[in-house]
């Protein structure tokens, strides 16, 4: 475990959820509200297995599996003192779960403590406050996640599912994570809900694949889940098979058996059928895949009176760019009178070198197509995949997945690979898709390191590294801003005779060209959080998110104009953490 400080190690051994102290100093883990622990586990040898014990008598043990992670399930007693004894078995999460306030506390992690090799409670504003996690951008406790599932908004919470490996820092064989939050800013982590089929966990040697990733849809009667399960024998991606699932729930902690709902792809679409998204158009109901026809990438519309029985229809668009292998999770959506989808180019390399861009189309709708008026990047940094969208309130609001497209990850012990962008407001406007982070970001903000206007700005060490800056021009105006600076690494927007622009240097993305399609920069809203950096130009006008790895925990803000008295406002703000 990596902490900030020796004091918080100090504080992390105070805060652990300690009823008594066993003589001799013996920290037992307290179950507290919890009633039930659970263990993902793998055997290094045959026998391996996990015990539970409470007091001398109460033992609990199963046995894990040495080829693939086991998901234990041990009920427990509340307020009682356990301990988890791991014999000869790799544990990659572990948690408390099903108290009845869930929603509100979350589950409780347990994480192995180093001089005694104990299970032990840690609290998720210690977790958090490393230099290796974000601090207002949500990622999971630990390990591998990536795109956003299942978002809607039900009975007074937001939820959030996502594609998960809890077992490495890798993409691997995916299950659904899930989180919720009343603000959709603060959230807390909730048990594990989908698991890859058995016969992956069985033969991990022969084949591949898991819940992929799909969307959830609420009734009167309670959310309905849409998602892919993928199968896939190792080493010949063209005999995947990909069949659509649907599973319900009325609590969002229990979900009922899950259902085939979609066997086989109609006959033209190629073996990548997946991620479907469920939307409301018109008073129907409408299911977008994403897939390819003839090499073309396309979005596939299908239509339901029942959300059971799905009739497929057609393309609802079909992009004729080449060399996109299929689109990947798409959404539709009615907004500001027109309708929009959004797809992500899996494997395409745009002009400037970008890889994996996600689009978006803006048009009408005619005889159950999109007739594109209009089509732009989603965002221009190229760090952010597989967006994916859900109304509440008169609001729609998206969140995307910051992708490591360039092979800049820095695997540390106990972090994460993937956290979510912030949760933006999406609107049409001369037909261009503006996005901004949700008005409620701003209650995030803290101390003020900086107001003024028409000068240059330099803030070399800001503590933490976790602050937004905002900034607005009376006139297009040449600039570069030091956004992040680790020795010879760099991080910067620049706007200049080229257009405006993330550039990096010294790291994997260095050459790459970051363009935002703007054609003067009026305004900018930045968001620096540890690794990752969103941009938001001219209120909205275009998005840009970045990942840059910085071994030091301060960041930096150096703000150079050529003519500063075009900045008629500047202010950068520390934010506070949502942990
Ligand atoms: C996009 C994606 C989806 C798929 C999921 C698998 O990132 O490839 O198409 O459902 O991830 O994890």
């Not at 509100?104 to 403590?113: A, C, P, R, S």
């Not at 899930?178 to 890859?196: E, G, M, Q």
């Not at 990047?377 to 008169?394: K, L, P, T």
Request: hydrophobic content about 35%; overall charge negative.
């Amino acid at each position: 475990m990596e902490y900030r400080s020796i004091n918080k190690i100090y504080y992390y051994m105070e805060t652990v959820s300690l009823k008594k102290k066993k003589k001799g100093g013996v920290i037992r883990l307290n179950t507290g509200q919890y009633t039930c622990l659970e263990v993902f586990a793998k055997a290094k040898t045959k026998g391996g297995n996990i015990r539970v014990v409470s007091g001398k008598t109460h033992v609990m043990e199963k046995e894990a599996r040495t080829s693939y992670y086991t998901w234990l399930k041990f009920p427990v007693e509340q307020d009682t003192e356990y301990e988890l004894e791991c014999g000869c078995c790799d544990v990659t999460l572990c948690y408390l779960s099903g108290n009845d306030k869930i929603l509100e506390t979350g589950v409780q992690y347990l994480e192995k403590e180093k001089q005694s090799g104990r299970y032990l409670p840690v609290k998720k504003e210690i977790h958090y406050n490393s230099s290796i996690r974000e601090a207002y951008h949500f990622a999971p406790w630990k390990n591998w996640m990536n795109d956003p599932n299942g978002l809607c908004y039900f009975q007074g919470y937001y939820h959030m599912f996502y594609q998960f490996n809890p077992h490495g820092q890798k993409w691997s064989n995916m299950y659904w994570g899930h989180a919720a939050s009343k603000d959709l800013i603060h959230w807390v982590h909730l048990p594990v809900v989908l698991a890859p089929q058995e016969e992956i966990l069985e033969e991990p040697e022969k084949f591949s694949g898991g819940a992929f990733s799909g969307s959830a849809a609420v009734t009167r009667d309670g959310a309905v889940f849409y998602f892919t399960r993928h199968l896939e024998p190792h080493g010949d991606c063209m005999k995947q098979v990909e069949q659509q699932w649907m599973m319900k729930s009325r609590d969002m902690l229990h979900f009922t058996e899950e259902k085939c709902i979609i066997r086989k792809r109609p006959e033209r679409a190629s073996s990548d059928f997946r991620d479907p998204k469920v939307v409301k158009i018109g008073g129907r109901w409408y299911m977008v895949l994403g897939s390819a026809i003839e090499g073309k990438g396309v979005i596939l519309l299908y239509e339901s009176e029942d959300m059971e029985h799905w009739n497929y229809l057609h393309p609802l668009l079909t992009e004729e760019t080449e060399g996109i292998r299929c689109f990947e999770c798409p959404d539709f959506m009615e907004l500001d009178g027109k309708y929009a989808a959004v797809g992500a180019w899996m494997r395409h390399y745009d002009d400037c070198g970008r890889f994996q861009m996600s689009r978006y189309y803006i048009g009408n709708w005619k005889e159950q197509k999109l007739e594109a008026e209009s089509s732009g990047w989603f965002d221009f940094g190229s760090n952010c995949y597989a967006m994916q969208s859900f109304e509440h309130g008169g609001r729609r609001i998206c969140i995307g997945w910051i992708s490591d497209f360039y092979g800049e990850h820095v695997e540390k012990e106990n972090g994460a690979y993937g956290s979510m962008t912030l949760p933006r407001q999406l609107h049409i406007r001369n037909n261009k898709l503006y996005m901004k982070p949700i008005e409620e970001v701003a209650l995030l903000k803290g101390k003020s390191l900086y107001r003024g206007r028409g000068e240059n700005i330099a803030l070399r060490a800001i503590e933490g590294n976790a602050y937004m800056a905002e900034i607005h021009f009376s006139a297009d105006t040449f600039f570069s801003i030091l956004l992040g600076k680790d020795g010879e690494k760099e991080i910067s927007l620049c706007n200049d005779e080229s257009g405006l622009r993330i550039v990096t240097k010294g790291v994997k993305s260095q050459g790459i060209c970051f363009r935002a399609d703007v054609e003067k920069v009026t305004g900018l809203e930045i968001y620096m959080d540890g690794r990752v950096t969103e941009i938001y130009v001219n209120e909205g006008e275009a998005a840009g998110t970045k990942l840059f790895y910085n071994s030091s925990k301060d960041g930096c803000f150096v703000l150079q104009a050529e003519n500063p008295e075009n900045i008629v406002r500047a202010e950068v703000t520390l934010m506070d953490s949502i942990w």
